[in-house]
């Protein structure tokens, strides 16, 4: 393997974690290579493409492109299709094919941590939403949506096979079920809010956040206290992560090498 050049195309990119992530797997194998943060604006979404296509062996897509870039590839998986977003591309001499990393990243970190398969509740309905449903119900979990724009969850429920939580019945949903998502950006920069109302929390069972800054979120300390299992956004990071490295370059990912350097910053 030559030279491997990667990056991440998207706006905003700097404050990513996987560069460092990336680069750690590549040294720890032996891999000479790099990966760039790449920010591209819109209109120069499609010459950057066409400079991934002459260069990059691939690149992650991130923020606000996950959607629109599957018009200007190649060829995209049929996950990606289903799910309606690529974070991955990968070249095969300048034929640009995209993936989607995080559904079956996120399922890694159930199974990681021993989650079994049953009933789940997601809250979100953007394209984080649409990946861990979709992943979901394609190992034959029951999965409920419920969103703060109600017509974007019937929309996901409808699309990938999963039942719509109505407003009035979220709290009760919530109390029952053994597994809760946290797949809207609350959160996010917020150690003070949390997706669900004062008090109410799931009786049993595991809690995920796929917010990873902060780490700690308000939903997973809440939980936690209430003797919850919880997983935090690092772990569906670290899968969808290690399934795009093993895509670019055919090697099997580093786990332990790769855990860390996301570590290390947090
Ligand atoms: P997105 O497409 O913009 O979707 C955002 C979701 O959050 C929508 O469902 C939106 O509801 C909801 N939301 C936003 N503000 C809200 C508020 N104040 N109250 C209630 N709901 C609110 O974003 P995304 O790409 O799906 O990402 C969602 C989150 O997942 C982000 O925090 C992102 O960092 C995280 N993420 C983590 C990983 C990982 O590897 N750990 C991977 C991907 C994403 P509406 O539909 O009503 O607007």
Same mark, same amino acid.
């Given at each position: 393997m030559g030279h491997v050049k990667l990056g991440l195309v998207g706006y905003p990119v700097e404050h990513s974690l996987s560069p460092r992530m990336q680069q750690a797997a590549m040294a720890h194998l032996g891999i000479s290579g790099e990966y760039l943060l790449l920010p591209t604006k819109p209109a120069e979404l499609p010459a950057?493409?066409?400079e991934v296509a002459a260069n990059y062996a691939g690149v992650n897509v991130t923020v606000p492109y996950k959607r629109s870039v599957m018009d200007l590839l190649d060829d995209v998986s049929e996950d990606a299709r289903k799910i309606g977003a690529v974070n991955t591309i990968v070249n095969e001499d300048g034929y640009l094919r995209g993936y989607n990393t995080d559904a079956a990243g996120f399922y890694?970190?159930?199974k990681r941590h021993n989650v079994l398969p049953g009933e789940a509740l997601v809250l979100g309905a953007g394209g984080a939403a649409r990946a861990?449903?979709?992943?979901l119900v394609e190992k034959g979990w029951l999965v409920g949506v419920a969103n703060r724009t109600l017509a974007r969850a019937e929309e +996901?429920?409808?699309? +990938? !096979?999963?039942?719509l939580v109505a407003p009035a019945k979220l709290e009760k949903a919530v109390r029952r079920t053994p597994l809760l998502?946290?797949?809207t950006s609350v959160g996010l920069e917020d !150690?003070?809010?949390?997706? +669900?109302?004062? !008090?109410?929390?799931?009786?049993a069972g595991v809690v995920v956040d796929l917010v990873y800054s902060p780490l700690r979120t308000k939903l997973l300390a809440d939980a936690a206290a209430a003797g919850l299992e919880t997983i935090d956004g690092l772990q569906m990071l670290l899968g969808q992560g290690m399934r795009s490295f093993e895509l670019w370059t055919g090697r099997k990912?580093? +786990?332990?090498v790769m855990e860390r350097a996301l570590g290390k910053v947090v």
């Open positions: 950057r493409l066409r890694w970190s159930l861990v449903v979709y992943a +996901l429920a409808q699309q +990938l !096979g999963a039942w998502i946290n797949a !150690g003070a809010s949390s997706p +669900l109302p004062p !008090g109410v929390l799931p009786e990912a580093p +786990l332990e």
